[in-house]
C-alpha cells in the first residue's frame, strides 16, 4: 500500500447529467426544521422526479422509483457478525442543522455504530457515515464491512483508483443492462487508510468492500462512502476523481467529521473521546456501568505527567477517562482539545450529589468523568484536534499543544540525511501502519520514509502551560502535527517523483540531465520534463517525454537526478528507486519562453487591433504556457492582466493541444512522436534519417 496521510435533479440523472458532489452539497433537504425530528424505520426519502430512497429497520438502503439501480446498498458486517444488541425497531431523527437520517447506535460486539444517512434533495446520491465508538477502556480493533446488490444484471464493472497511486482502490463502477452505472465510493484519494475492495467477478451484482479500524480506549473512528448512478462508467470515474473531501464532510458535526479515516482531513489519529456530558449534571460512569449525577467539588486536578506535575483548572476540564486495567492512568481532557495524561495527585473524585450528599469514588471504581456543558463552551469544536496548533500525540494517549519547533528535524531516509524546516512539515507519522518506518508529511504533499535519528525531541509547550520546556522521547510518539493546513488543490497540480520504495515526492527535476539515445547524448534541462519513465520494470532504459510532447527513449548518464520539492528542499534521488516522474506544468524552451514575454508585452499596446492579435496569439500557443502566464501577470497592467484571465480560463476549458516552438499543433488524435520534433533539430547537429520518424496524423508540423 502507498503512504497516504488521509448529479443534478432527477431528470439530469436519467439523462446523464451529474453535477459535482460540492455544488450538491450546499442544498441539502429542504424543509428541515429548527430541531431535530424523530422518524420511524422504514423512512422513505422525499420522491424526486419519480426516485425515492427507503431506509430499512436495519439501516440498509434501498432505491425505489423509475429504473432503481441499487437493490440493497450498505449492508453492514462487523467483523463478520449483524447487530449484536439495541433496541429491535431501531428509530433516528433528522437533524436539525445538516438534513440527515441519523440512526440511534446499535451495538456490534465490542463497539457501536451509529449510521447517519443524507439525501440531497436532487437525489444525486447519497452519502452513509457510520460512526464506530469504542465504550470500553481498552483500545480495540475491528473490521467492519459492507456488501451492496445491484438490479437488471451487470454487463460491465471496473474501479477507481488514486490516480498517483493506483494500488489504492477508491470505488467501483458496474453499467446495468439498463444503460445505468451504479457507483459506489469507498475511499478519497490522499487518506492515510483505504477500504479493502473486492472486485466484481463476471457479470456478479454484488459490491463488497471492508475496512480494518483500530479504535482507542473511549475513542470513535467514522467511515464514510457515497452511492449514486451515471449515465456511463466514464462519467462514474470522472465524478469519484473530482469529489473534495472538504466540500463532502462540511456540514458534518465536527466531531463525525473528525472521525472519518478513509477520506483526508480526518483525525485519523483519535476523534474526540466519548464523555458521559449532561447539560444539567457531570457524571461519573463507574465501571461496573452505573452512573451518578452531581456536581464535582474539584476546584482543580492535580496530575503527575512525564514531564512533571501540573494543575489543570477545573472549569478548563471537560472529562477523563481512567484506562488502563491493573495499573490504570488518567487521562484529563480539556476545552481545547488537549489531553494530558499521568496519575491523579488523589486517590478518589469528590461529588455532590443532587441528594446533597458529598461522596468520594475511588478512582479504582472509576471508568469516565464527564463535566456538565458550560453556557460558554463553542457549538462547534475546531475541525482539527487542537484548534490549528502544532501538537503531539503520544503513545498512552495524551494530546499536547505545542510551539512550532525552531531547530530542523534530521531524517535518515534512503537519500541520505535530511534537515527539514520544522515549518515545511505537515506531520510526522511515527507509528505508521504503512511503512516499517517513521513517515514525514511535508506541507507540500511529499511522503517521505525515513527514521527521525534524535532519540528525543526538545519542544515548548503552549495553553494552559505555555514557555515550558519538555524533552519527548520520540519512541513515546504516536504522531508529531506541525502545519495543520494544506493546499490540496496546489498539491494535485504539482509534479511528482513516485518511488519504488512508496515515497512520493512532490517536486520538479533540476539541473540539466544527459541522456544517451541510439543516436546522440541529449543536454536536457530537467525543469522542461513532462514525464519519465522506465521501459520495463527494472530495466536502466527510461523514456523522456519533454513540455511538447517530444518523447524520446535512452538512458540517464548520472546514476541519480536532483529533485527541488515544492516545500524547499532538494533531493538527490537515486535513479534505480524512481518508478515514474509527472510534471502536469513543464516549463517551455527558452525561445518560447521568451516568445510569450514578447507577446505578453503586446497585451498592453495602446492599438487595441495588437492587443487582439496578441491575445489570440496566445491562446493558439495552447495550455502549456499557463504557467508562464501566472508568473507574469502580476506585472502586467490591469487590461493585460483581464486579458491573461481570459487566456486562463479557456485553456482550462479545452483538451490540452501539443504546443511547439513555431504555434500549436491542432488537437486530436496523434501516434506518439518516438523522435524529437523542430526545437530538438536545433540540439542535434548530424542528419537524421527522416523517413524514421512519425508525426502527427492531423498534419501538425
Known amino acids: 500500500m502507498r503512504m497516504n496521510s488521509r448529479c443534478g435533479t432527477n431528470a439530469g440523472a436519467m439523462s446523464g447529467r451529474v453535477w459535482p458532489v460540492a455544488a450538491v452539497l450546499l442544498g441539502l433537504c429542504a424543509g ?37 439501480v441499487w437493490a440493497q446498498a450498505a449492508m453492514l458486517t462487523v467483523d463478520g457478525n449483524q447487530r449484536t444488541g439495541g433496541p429491535d425497531q431501531p428509530v433516528g431523527q433528522i437533524d436539525a442543522k445538516t438534513g440527515e437520517l441519523v440512526i440511534d447506535a446499535v451495538k456490534y460486539g465490542q463497539c457501536t455504530a451509529q449510521r447517519r444517512i443524507l439525501f440531497p434533495k436532487d437525489n444525486s446520491f447519497v452519502r452513509v457515515v457510520d460512526m464506530f465508538k469504542n465504550p470500553t477502556n481498552q483500545a480495540i480493533t475491528i473490521t467492519p464491512a459492507l456488501r451492496s446488490t445491484v438490479n437488471y444484471g451487470v454487463r460491465s464493472s471496473s474501479t477507481v483508483t488514486d490516480p498517483r497511486h493506483p494500488e489504492n482502490t477508491l470505488a467501483v463502477t458496474a453499467m446495468t443492462q439498463v444503460n445505468r452505472v451504479a457507483v459506489e465510493v469507498f475511499g478519497g484519494a490522499g487518506a492515510r487508510v483505504f477500504p479493502s475492495v473486492a472486485s466484481m467477478n463476471g457479470n456478479q451484482n454484488v459490491i463488497q468492500a471492508s475496512i480494518k479500524l483500530t479504535i482507542p480506549a473511549g475513542g470513535a473512528r467514522a467511515w464514510m462512502h457515497l452511492l449514486e448512478t451515471t449515465a456511463s462508467e466514464d462519467q462514474g470515474h470522472q465524478d469519484v476523481l473530482n469529489y473534495k473531501a472538504a466540500a463532502m464532510t462540511k456540514d458534518l458535526p465536527p466531531a463525525v467529521r473528525r472521525a472519518i479515516v478513509n477520506f483526508p482531513g480526518g483525525a485519523n489519529y483519535g476523534a474526540d473521546y466519548d464523555l458521559p456530558r449532561e447539560p444539567s449534571f457531570d457524571v461519573i460512569e463507574l465501571r461496573t456501568g452505573g452512573k451518578m449525577r452531581g456536581t464535582l467539588k474539584e476546584t482543580a486536578f492535580k496530575l503527575a505527567t512525564f514531564f512533571g506535575s501540573v494543575d489543570l483548572p477545573a472549569n478548563q476540564v471537560i472529562g477523563l477517562l481512567n484506562v488502563g486495567e491493573f495499573k490504570p492512568r488518567q487521562l484529563v481532557v480539556m476545552q481545547d482539545g488537549q489531553v494530558f495524561g499521568g496519575t491523579l495527585g488523589k486517590t478518589a473524585i469528590d461529588m455532590e450529589l443532587s441528594s446533597g450528599q458529598t461522596v468520594s469514588v475511588p ?13 460558554d463552551e463553542p457549538d462547534d469544536q475546531p475541525d482539527d484536534q487542537t484548534g490549528n496548533k502544532p501538537f503531539i500525540l503520544m503513545r498512552q494517549g495524551d494530546r499536547i499543544n505545542i510551539e512550532m519547533p525552531t531547530a530542523a528535524i534530521e531524517v535518515m531516509t534512503r537519500y541520505g540525511m535530511l534537515k527539514v524546516d520544522p515549518a515545511a512539515v505537515k506531520c510526522v507519522d511515527f ?90 547524448t541529449l543536454a536536457v534541462d530537467g ?42 528542499l532538494t533531493i538527490d534521488v537515486p535513479l534505480a528507486m524512481l518508478q515514474d516522474y509527472t510534471n502536469s506544468s513543464p516549463k517551455p524552451s527558452d525561445t ?37 502566464l501566472q508568473e507574469l501577470r502580476p506585472t502586467q497592467p490591469p487590461e493585460a492582466q483581464q486579458r491573461i484571465d481570459t487566456i486562463l480560463r479557456a485553456f482550462a476549458a479545452q483538451k490540452k493541444p501539443v504546443a511547439v516552438d513555431g504555434g500549436v499543433a491542432p488537437a486530436g488524435d496523434r501516434t506518439r512522436v518516438i523522435l524529437p520534433l523542430q526545437r530538438q533539430f536545433e540540439l542535434m547537429p548530424q542528419q537524421l534519417d527522416l523517413d524514421d520518424m512519425q508525426y502527427p496524423l492531423d498534419g501538425a508540423n
Request: charged share 20%.
Open 32 to 68: 428541515v426544521a429548527s430541531a431535530d425530528q424523530p422518524v420511524t424505520l422504514p423512512y422513505t426519502s422525499a420522491d424526486i422526479g419519480g426516485i425515492r430512497w427507503m431506509v430499512d429497520q436495519g439501516g440498509n438502503i434501498q432505491m425505489q422509483g423509475n429504473l432503481p
Open 363 to 375: 478512582l479504582s471504581q472509576l471508568a469516565r468523568i464527564g463535566c456538565r456543558t458550560r453556557a
Open 431 to 520: 507509528q505508521s501502519d504503512q511503512t516499517e518506518f517513521h513517515l514525514v508529511e511535508l506541507t507540500d504533499g511529499s511522503r517521505i520514509g525515513g527514521l527521525v535519528t534524535s532519540p528525543d525531541l526538545e519542544l515548548t509547550l503552549s495553553g494552559g502551560i505555555a514557555g515550558k520546556a519538555v524533552k519527548v522521547p520520540t519512541n513515546a510518539l504516536v504522531n508529531l502535527s506541525l502545519v495543520t493546513k494544506s493546499d490540496d488543490d496546489a498539491q494535485s497540480q504539482s509534479a511528482s517523483l513516485n518511488m519504488l520504495n512508496q515515497d512520493q515526492l512532490m517536486g520538479t527535476l533540476s539541473g540539466q540531465l544527459k541522456l544517451d539515445t541510439a543516436f546522440d
Open 527 to 568: 525543469g522542461q520534463i513532462r514525464k519519465i519513465s522506465h521501459a520495463s520494470e527494472g530495466s536502466p532504459d527510461v523514456t523522456v517525454t519533454m513540455w511538447d510532447d517530444s518523447e524520446v527513449g535512452g538512458q540517464l548518464e548520472s546514476p541519480s537526478i536532483a529533485c527541488k520539492l515544492k516545500s524547499g
Open 592 to 628: 518560447m519562453v521568451q516568445k510569450v514575454k514578447d507577446t505578453v508585452a503586446k497585451l498592453g499596446s495602446d492599438d487595441f487591433k495588437i492587443r487582439d492579435a496578441a491575445q489570440e496569439t496566445l491562446l493558439g500557443m495552447g495550455p502549456i504556457i499557463a504557467g508562464e
